[in-house]
């Protein structure tokens, strides 16, 4: 598995749907901030915030993009990402859908952070705010709040074109997962992270069947040619609980957290020989 825990995985998210309902903005999500920020340091990562504020159908909102930022030795960045904001839906606190890959980043921060030899490419792990519509339908711009802020910035400070591939992940921890090849992720890149996948005996997990998910933060980066691939399962025979109160803690698996967290990590080893 790399160094990768599942079970580590799994109690970061328990720890975060113990802060209840976190949409942007709220002050359970800024106590969870505090939190990841407290732990990526703990793990010796370098953490750099982004503070911003919004314009949404609920106002401006105060948002805040958390960017883990792992030095290389060669330009060029590799860039992982997850949302931690959840769903504005009473009583929804988001096992799968913000807690599940926010566990698996945080996870891989750890084990990441902990290695000491140097690496050819930076890694960035970004954490965030802001990916879910705050109307209940999903209807650009009112998404993608936080992903849509950092790539802008990066196109202007000039770091988006050091970007040689984003892995995204969102919904990645129920018990029967089936991650499908998503139309809008880039080809070269889905076939390498699902070849890795194959070869690590993963086949029946990251599955050969695609699909179309109709956005994720991805988008922000695909919009800007940043090779991207977004691993989900939105497959509603998976996820019934999918925004709706029912996306709690029992859903959730370790194994299946650890075997994102372990082809993610391999993905990782690989771009650097790219
Ligand atoms: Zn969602």
Redesign the pocket.
Known sequence: MDGFDGKRAYEQVAKQVSFGPRPAGSAALGQLQNYMETELKSYGCAVETDSFSADTPAGRLPMKNIVVKIPGEKPGIILLGTHYDT?RLENFV?AD??GSSTGVMLEIARVLCGQKQARKYAVWIAFFDG??AVNKEWVDPDNRYGSREMAARLAVNGDLSKVRAFLLAD?VGGRTPHFKRDGESTGWLKDMVWGVAERLGYGNVFVKEKTNFGGDDHYSFTARHVPSADIMDLDPADVPY??TPEDTMDKISAKSLAIVGHTILESVKELQQK
């Open positions: 769903k988001g859908d913000g990916e879910e919904i999918w925004h």
